[in-house]
């Protein structure tokens, strides 16, 4: 699903989000309701950080917004892995793999936005 055909990290971080929510309700049905609650919540605030930056009022308030997304990415990454040592049947590598991909292109874009925003 294509978003905005120029902003990578927004497509893939609202993706994510569609995943998450599906993932969340799966793990629901299994009455791990605490983990699917956190990961809900983490990993759709993702997306929705980065969307927020999109229209922020300054370089600065940009990266800012970005950072936080990259808080929520870790918080998210943080569920997913416990999922994943726990031996839950439904833990899925590639939701992770989504994942770290889009905390790379995060960190990626919050370092050049830094270079441009000190030259």
Do not use: H, P
């Not at 699917?36 to 990993?43: E, N, P, R, T, V």
């Not at 922020?56 to 970005?66: G, Q, R, T, V």
């Amino acid at each position: 699903m294509i978003i905005d055909n120029k902003n990578n990290l927004l497509n893939l971080s609202f993706e994510f989000a569609l995943i998450i929510i599906d993932y969340s309700e799966l793990l629901n049905q299994q009455n791990n309701s605490i983990i699917a609650k956190q990961l809900l919540i983490s990993g759709t605030k993702l997306g929705a950080n980065i969307r927020e930056a999109q229209n922020s009022e300054s370089k600065a308030d940009y990266i800012n917004k970005l950072v936080i997304a990259l808080k929520e990415a870790d918080k998210t990454e943080y569920w997913l892995e416990l999922c994943k040592y726990s031996n839950n049947k439904t833990f899925n590598e590639n939701i992770l793999k989504q994942l770290l991909e889009i905390k790379e292109l995060s960190t990626k874009k919050i370092n050049s936005s830094i270079y441009k925003f000190k030259n």
